[in-house]
């Protein structure tokens, strides 16, 4: 799987970047990701990947590059551009859509880690040190926008950076802690987009003498009103995020804990946003194969 899964990253490679020579450099940016996606998707430390023992018998003939050129090449903007461009290549939605839900996954670190990027913040079971992936996902598990904040940062505005990102439309679903009047404001500063969350502090209780949002108004007329059926099927579908987060999680190579070597934001960006494209590649897959 994890060889079937990098041949068709390296097949992508060859569709994107830049299709002249790389004059002055002995690799090219597309053979420096994937050598890069060859130690993500077996789970290990970039500079395994340099090792030609770790490489199937039949390419270990391509030349590697060291580990510190790997880790220099890596911060180059040619290089962060094209995993970038692999990202919105892959994981943007094949089509529009009306249903979209929003919500964090936490990645948990050890809390003795040196990482001063990371933070502590809630995390199942209660508080943890890490980072937090945000994310905007569609029924199908296709991902319109994502971002990596440290476990502290709030949800909700990296709620609003995502909407602003996606620039999506219809109902955006969330649990309670995306209930605010700033978030509804995005929604109606964006158009035609309405947050669908349940109140904080529970159905019938007053909404208080200071201002609401409208788009905030009509949540709670949806959600609250005697037939309050469509927003209940929209707050039950929500939680096929949280199928699409396991999905991420329960294969061999995908985003599981953060190992010891993915540390600060930068690399943790990085390892997430290739296990995301690598789960993404994984998903259309499964959907292209045909059982006899």
């Not at 061999?252 to 590649?281: E, N």
Request: aromatic share 8%; net charge positive; proline share 6%.
């Amino acid at each position: 799987m994890e060889h079937q899964l990098w041949k068709v990253i390296v097949a992508l490679l060859a569709t994107l970047g830049n299709k002249r020579p790389q004059a002055r450099l002995t690799y090219s940016d597309r053979r420096i990701v994937a050598v890069y996606y060859w130690a993500v998707v077996h789970d290990r430390p970039t500079g395994w990947a340099c090792c030609p023992q770790n490489w199937p018998i039949h390419l270990r003939r391509q030349p590697l590059p060291s580990p510190s050129r790997m880790s220099r090449r890596l911060r180059s903007p040619s290089v962060v551009a094209l995993l970038g461009e692999s990202d919105r290549r892959v994981l943007a939605p094949k089509g529009p859509g009306l249903f979209w839900m929003i919500d964090g996954k936490p990645l948990v670190i050890g809390g003795c880690s040196k990482d001063r990027q990371a933070g502590y913040g809630k995390a199942a079971g209660g508080k943890a040190k890490g980072y937090k992936l945000h994310a905007l996902v569609s029924p199908r598990g296709e991902i319109a926008a994502w971002r990596l904040a440290p476990m502290n940062k709030d949800e909700q505005t990296m709620a609003a950076r995502l909407l602003r990102a996606a620039e999506v439309q219809g109902y955006v679903v969330g649990d309670r802690n995306y209930d605010s009047n700033p978030l509804h404001d995005v929604c109606d500063r964006l158009g035609q987009l309405q947050l669908i969350a349940r109140r904080r502090r529970g159905a019938g209780r007053g909404l208080g003498h200071h201002r609401h949002s409208p788009g905030r108004l009509r949540c709670v007329a949806r959600t609250e009103n005697p037939f309050p059926g469509f927003a209940d099927g929209l707050l039950r579908d929500r939680s096929a995020i949280e199928r699409t987060f396991g999905n991420l999680v329960n294969w061999g190579g995908g985003l599981t804990a953060l190992p010891a070597w993915v540390r600060t934001h930068r690399r943790v960006y990085r390892w997430v946003q290739a296990k995301l494209v690598l789960a993404a590649v994984k998903r259309a897959a499964e959907r292209t194969t045909c059982v006899a």
